[in-house]
């Protein structure tokens, strides 16, 4: 069994509708949504707006470093 190697959460800046905003989130996560932006061929920006925007349309919207998360877990999935 592969071990995770722990680290906190680093906070980065990433653009949304022009406006900053700050993220943070931990190693290992940046490092899978990097992979996420570049198998989707877009910028990290573009594909934290998209999550951002997909938490909106529900109910009872996550904040956005959760709702990053949870989009990675269930992309992890195959989901």
Known sequence: METVGYSPPVKRSVLIAGHPTSISLEPIFWQALEIAARDAAMPINALV?????AR???PEPPNLTSAIRQWLFG????G
């Open 56 to 58: 909106m349309t529900v």
């Open 49 to 53: 707006a998209q999550i951002d925007e």
């Open 75 to 78: 992309r992890a999935l195959g």
